[in-house]
């Protein structure tokens, strides 16, 4: 354990995101609930939610140690395992703000089957692991080994996004994710964030030129990993192998711009088993799960 002395400060816009993305980048794991880029796109999907996420920074030595971001009733955070009080502090801090941004008592926490060093904490202050609903299992892949090419159904082609393509990228979501708060207005929010690349960003056009399905991958340079976050594809072109396409195409970018692992996490219970499905066929395994956290009181 360590005697450091940590400094709380509320999130102050992009550069404490940066400091929240440098935490996930030194605790990423294939198993990890947080990448880089999932933080990019969950603060940028939707526009004009910040006041809705209260979120706290805990700095020691001139770096972030520990991080929590509440959504309502519920806690993402990441903590540095080197400073096991982090956790717990936290979770205090989460207790006195969920009454305030949760019409009931019930506070529920999300974290990744590997992710250990926040279990005592989590008991300590009462959570209790929850058995129902869904659940997420996060599937790794090594790209140094084979990796199919894309093979897109007749007519459509697969390429990377470009600006005047944000439209129909943005219908394409919606649709593919009806009821959906993706605008365009967030959408070109995602664009500008670190560390976007539009060389990772793939549709496969339709012979009508929309954008029938769609791949985001986000590369952390410095562990070579790239997240697919989101994927998916509009109804009325389901079941064409599309999604395989355009994900394959998105990850052969990711390979040449220096990738060596693929993560995902999509759903893993049986309510709805087409995505993980899907990301077995290309050749992810699975190597965590998500666990949830509940505490009632």
């Known amino acids: 354990m360590t005697s450091a002395r940590f400094d709380r400060r509320p999130y102050a816009g992009a550069e404490d995101l940066r400091a929240m993305q440098d935490l996930a980048g030194r605790l990423w794991s294939p198993g990890a609930t947080w990448h880089v880029g999932d933080l990019a796109w969950e603060r940028f999907?939707?526009?004009?939610?910040?006041?809705?996420?209260?979120?706290?920074?805990?700095?020691?030595?001139?770096?972030?140690?520990?991080?929590?971001w509440a959504d309502s009733g519920h806690l993402g955070l990441a903590a540095d395992p080197r400073h096991p009080s982090l956790a717990g502090e936290v979770l205090d801090w989460f207790a006195a703000t969920a009454p305030a941004t949760a019409p009931g008592p019930a506070r529920t926490v999300?974290?990744?089957?590997?992710?250990?060093?926040?279990?005592?904490?989590?008991?300590?202050?009462?959570?209790?692991?929850?058995?129902?609903?869904?659940?997420?299992?996060?599937?790794?892949?090594?790209?140094?080994?084979?990796?199919?090419?894309?093979?897109p159904p007749?007519?459509?082609?697969?390429?990377?996004?470009?600006?005047?393509?944000?439209?129909?990228?943005?219908?394409?979501?919606?649709?593919?994710?009806?009821?959906?708060?993706?605008?365009?207005?967030?959408?070109?929010?995602?664009?500008?964030?670190?560390?976007y690349r539009p060389d990772l960003d793939w549709i496969a056009a339709a012979p009508d030129g929309s954008a029938a399905a769609f791949c985001l991958v986000w590369l952390d340079e410095a562990n070579r990993a790239a997240r697919i976050e989101?994927?998916?594809?509009?109804?009325?072109?389901?079941?064409?192998?599309?999604?395989?396409?355009?994900?394959?195409?998105?990850?052969?970018?990711?390979?040449?711009?220096?990738?060596?692992?693929?993560v995902v996490s999509p759903r893993g219970d049986d309510a709805y088993p087409v995505p993980a499905r899907l990301y077995r066929s290309l050749g992810l395994r699975e190597c965590a799960r998500s666990l949830g956290y509940r505490r009632s009181a």
Not at 118 to 147: K, Q
């Open 230 to 262: 989101p994927a998916g594809t509009a109804p009325g072109h389901r079941r064409r192998g599309l999604a395989r396409a355009v994900c394959l195409a998105a990850l052969h970018a990711a390979r040449r711009a220096g990738a060596r692992w693929a």
């Open 45 to 68: 999907q939707h526009t004009g939610r910040e006041h809705e996420w209260p979120t706290m920074l805990w700095d020691t030595g001139g770096a972030t140690a520990a991080w929590g």
């Open 154 to 195: 007749a007519g459509y082609r697969l390429r990377a996004v470009g600006d005047a393509d944000v439209p129909q990228r943005v219908a394409a979501h919606r649709a593919a994710f009806h009821p959906s708060r993706v605008t365009e207005e967030s959408y070109r929010a995602v664009r500008r964030a670190w560390p």
């Open 110 to 151: 999300t974290v990744s089957s590997t992710e250990t060093h926040l279990f005592p904490a989590l008991d300590r202050h009462g959570y209790r692991r929850t058995g129902e609903g869904p659940f997420f299992v996060h599937m790794v892949m090594d790209l140094a080994g084979r990796l199919p090419e894309p093979s």
